[in-house]
């Protein structure tokens, strides 16, 4: 182990500096202005964790190769990313390169129209969008089989996409057994396309900000087989997803928001239930003090409290829940009636009672940046806070 004169080992020393928040203080200057401080919070965050003194709490080497490859992604970047990704919902797997698709939108360009050749299913999709009054069309996504009917969606001068619901579905006929996106409806600020397919009882549903809306992505062969959103980030590189629950904004006290601090780890979410989602408490980690948020809803009690307890490598990639009303006392409020969480190690759940409308939203590895929501009583709506990846 190195050793610096009047400092000790550099182990260490490394280990207290980062705790006091201090390790830029013992980064030779010259290295340190060219570092992005995203890449050494990576590099660093990794580091400290190998200094662990039990075997059990210190990293894998196929983690510390993860994450320094993250932080090198990070320092070789020329520009700061500025998609995140939700989904994707359908099959997931992936196959070959030629089964992948993806529509994002460049800049200064509008989406214009939609092109959906489908039947009982959605066989494939074109998209044409317009810069300075020149129309660009899409490689057609899908379609190495025919629908019965094409249908456009044409969005006017001020209209824009501000969410998609769809089905999941299997094929039958000549191909059949593939998983496929079977519907697919299209809101926009001023009305809803669709629904173009045959509906399931799989559902699914991204509402977006107006703004949002960054492109679609996914797999495709006879048909399209999964699809995914692209979100646009904002200047801090943060974007949102949702709402699923009640759509009532309510009050100021209503409204409800945790998002994770820089280089913060969620270690554990409090879960207040019984019929419904009553309230959650997030506590999170840095540099090996706590720190809790406020509760998020409340007002009212279950009768299970359970806790969901991260390790420091395990990291939320997707939610499910269920939407419902509220039933005794408080009767007839649109509540949030069960939530499960699932890491990339685990699923957590589901907490509540399973009834009403599902919902899913998976998102890309090393996105997630916290939750947001309305609440009162109860859990009445939650949303997903993403970092952009892309």
């Known amino acids: 182990m190195a050793y610096e004169e009047g400092s000790g080992f550099l182990g260490p020393l490394a280990e207290r500096m980062y705790k006091k928040n201090k390790l830029n203080d013992i980064i030779i200057p010259r290295l340190r202005i060219q570092m992005k401080p995203n890449s050494l919070d990576t590099f660093a965050a990794i580091a400290f964790q190998c200094l662990k003194p039990t075997r059990s709490e210190r990293p894998k080497m196929a983690q510390i190769i993860e994450k320094l490859e993250n932080a090198y992604r990070i320092q070789a970047s020329l520009k700061a990313p500025e998609l995140a990704r939700v989904g994707i919902w359908g099959t997931k797997d992936t196959k070959g390169p030629q089964n992948i698709w993806d529509l994002k939108l460049e800049k200064d360009h509008k989406l214009k129209m939609i092109t959906i050749d489908h039947g009982y299913l959605i ?85 977006l900000d107006k703004g949002n809306f960054g492109g679609l992505y996914g797999l495709a062969g006879y048909y399209i087989d999964g699809i995914g959103v692209y979100m646009k980030a904002s200047s801090d590189e943060i974007t ?46 840095f540099r090996g003090v706590e720190k809790t948020s406020d509760k998020a809803g409340g007002w009212n ?29 408080f009767a007839g409020y649109t509540i949030i009636s069960s939530i499960t969480f699932v890491t990339n190690k685990r699923t957590y759940g589901p907490y509540g009672n399973v009834r009403g409308t599902l919902f899913t939203v998976p998102w890309d590895k090393d996105s997630f940046a916290g939750f947001f929501g309305r609440c009162g009583y109860y859990i009445d709506a939650i949303g997903v806070y993403l970092k952009a990846t892309i």
């Open 301 to 329: 009690g279950g009768d299970i409290v359970s806790e969901v307890t991260f390790t420091w490598d395990e990291e939320i990639t997707a939610i499910n829940g269920t939407i419902d009303v509220s039933r005794g006392t």
């Open 240 to 285: 949102q997803v949702g709402f699923w629950g009640t759509k009532s904004p309510g009050g100021p006290q209503n409204q409800w928001s945790f998002q994770l601090d820089r280089n913060h780890h969620l270690k554990k979410i409090t879960v207040d239930h019984g019929d419904l989602i009553y309230s959650l408490i997030f506590t999170t980690e």
């Open 123 to 207: 066989y494939s999709l074109m998209f044409t969008t317009e810069s300075k009054g020149i129309l660009y069309t899409s490689k057609k996504a899908g379609g190495w089989n025919g629908g019965e009917t094409v249908s456009e969606v044409v969005l006017e001068e001020d209209e824009e996409i501000i969410g998609i619901q769809g089905t999941v579905g299997v094929s039958t006929g000549k191909y059949a057994g593939y998983t496929i996106i079977s519907s697919l409806s299209f809101f926009s600020n001023k009305k809803t396309h669709g629904p173009f397919g045959r509906a399931t009882n799989d559902t699914f549903s991204v509402p």
